[in-house]
């Protein structure tokens, strides 16, 4: 076991520095920026007042989730060293991937409300991201949230269950309570689900939906419904999902095709020679050489009250260039997420032009497996996502009911749910799929990761009355977005961002 004491500086605090999107070919780990400026937004009809919203949001700006391409890609550099086949730009880059190894292994640590500190926790970017749409959630909704605190009305909050989107929950209510004193005390977490599994029911934290939040790895082991039970459906998409995933000739051929075609190859020499000899590099093309994520390594932090131990499980296997190029890349898209933790510009390590390939294949990737994928596909990346869509609604009946027991819904979740809701929505630039006979490419389709899955993605619907009607406003990471053009006839006025609550209900047939 390879044992270093290298120090973590601890931050208390968030750097306002924000990071620009553009330009750097980030994909879904692009980290957070509103699409729209709050000041340009379409006001509501006359006599409407916001009455209720509702929100589900990726997790914020993250670490990377575990260590995998970072400890292989750092093995592969110790085996060059070894080997004395570095240049002088690939003898830098050893000492900043175990640096990154070294934040990923200490980050959280030292920040108040993170569940326990390591690898795929928020960074201090991500905090922000979520301490900042609360505020604009607020500043957005005029009275409906500044008045609760007078009234009964209570604001709900369910997750996924995994620490990351816990710690989002934790890090948005926070920042409600900081904004809106009084308001903590009206914030409840969603009743405990008891009856899963069917064998052998247990209950599952309070604030916890898998169905609704993370319905992409239902198992029978955890999730098994009765074949009676609502989420019985949700439950047989996902293993159809699954199975699409691991045994679909289509998708799987149309990603590696994308993956190890020759330009991409052509990209991965051009980064790697760089950094290796042609030799070293031409073993690991020719299959000479191969590199797993295995080795352990353990990290104290700098004020010595903290040590912990990272363990490769080798399932992350370098076995060719572009292999190797892509686990590069996958450093490097995280890097501008934790910018505070580890302010390392690993963009240097890419010659002019090579970015934007890795880019294309993270999104063709993404595009195939959570998204639109190929049309014959018929919608299995995104059925499963009906039972959160038919959460929104119920939610939204409640108020067209006259129940203004919630003021609020907050759902905290990952990209493996955000895309296909996405798709379940019908957003126009989440939702056109690929016939089997072409191939996505950025000229032909406009899904892309950097915005349909960028780090704390958001959907929120925002519901107005003026007494008698209820009108909702969809907004997509925060921009004003149109329903579908079925749903043109519930459109409020032409032009309008204003829909007809009654409408929405008719033109997703709900």
Same mark, same amino acid.
């Given at each position: ?17 924000? +990071? @620009?999107? *553009? $330009?750097?070919? %980030?994909? =879904? ?9 709050? !000041? /340009? ?96 959630? +607020? @500043?957005? *909704? $005029?009275?409906? %949230?500044? =008045? ?9 909050? !369910? /997750? ?351």
């Amino acid at each position: 076991m390879r044992v270093i004491a290298f120090s973590l500086l601890v931050c208390s605090t968030v750097s306002a520095t924000g +990071v @620009a999107q *553009t $330009g750097l070919y %980030l994909g =879904s780990k692009a980290p957070y920026t509103p699409a729209q400026d709050s !000041s /340009t937004y379409e006001a509501a009809p006359a006599g409407f007042t916001p009455v209720y919203t509702e929100l589900v949001a990726r997790h914020g700006s993250r670490g990377l989730s575990s260590p995998g391409s970072d400890l292989a890609m750092y093995n592969l550099w110790l085996d060059a060293q070894a080997k004395g086949s570095l240049t002088k730009t690939g003898a830098r880059l050893g000492p900043d991937l175990l640096r990154i190894i070294q934040a990923n292994a200490l980050l959280g640590y030292g920040v108040a409300g993170i569940s326990a500190p390591g690898y795929g926790n928020l960074t201090l970017l991500g905090i922000q991201e979520h301490t900042q749409l609360a505020q604009r959630m +607020v @500043a957005r *909704t $005029g009275t409906l %949230l500044t =008045s609760v605190p007078s009234g009964s009305r209570q604001i709900l909050v !369910s /997750t996924s269950g995994v620490n990351r989107a816990i710690d989002s929950s934790t890090f948005f209510t926070q920042s409600l309570g900081n904004t809106v004193p009084g308001i903590a005390s009206h914030i409840a977490l969603t009743p405990a689900l008891t009856a899963y599994p069917i064998s052998k029911p247990a209950a599952q934290p309070a604030g916890v939906n898998r169905f609704q939040l993370y319905f992409h790895k239902l198992n029978a082991k955890t999730d098994l419904p009765a074949s009676t039970d609502p989420y019985y459906p949700t439950y047989q998409s996902s293993l159809q999902y699954q199975s699409f995933l691991a045994s679909d000739s289509i998708q799987i051929g149309k990603i590696n095709g994308i993956t190890y075609s020759s330009s991409a190859y052509a990209a991965a020499h051009a980064v790697l020679y760089t950094l290796f000899t042609k030799p070293f590099v031409d073993a690991l093309d020719a299959g000479t050489t191969s590199y797993l994520n295995t080795g352990s390594y353990t990290f104290t932090s700098s004020d010595g009250k903290f040590t912990t131990t990272i363990n490769g499980d080798g399932t992350t296997t370098l076995k060719n260039s572009v292999d190797a190029a892509n686990a590069l890349y996958a450093v490097y898209q995280i890097t501008p997420a934790m910018v505070n933790e580890v302010p390392i510009n690993m963009g240097k390590y890419f010659p002019a032009g090579t970015l934007p390939t890795f880019n294309y294949i993270s999104d063709a990737a993404d595009f195939y497996q959570k998204g639109p994928s190929y049309t014959e596909s018929a919608g299995v990346t995104y059925q499963m996502s009906q039972s959160l869509l038919d959460d929104f609604f119920s939610e939204g009946d409640a108020i067209a009911a006259g129940n203004l027991q919630h003021a609020a819904k907050l759902r905290f979740t990952h990209a493996e749910i955000m895309i296909p809701f996405q798709e379940k929505l019908g957003i126009p630039s989440a939702s056109q799929s690929v016939p089997m006979a072409q191939t996505y490419t950025f000229d032909n389709n406009p899904w892309r990761g950097e915005i349909n899955g960028e780090l704390a993605a958001n959907i929120q619907w925002d519901f107005y009355t003026d007494g008698a009607t209820i009108l909702v406003k969809m907004l997509f990471n925060e921009k004003e977005t149109d329903f579908p053009t079925a749903c043109e006839a519930a459109r409020n006025s032409a032009g309008s961002h204003f829909y007809r609550y009654v409408g929405i209900k008719t033109c997703y047939s709900h």
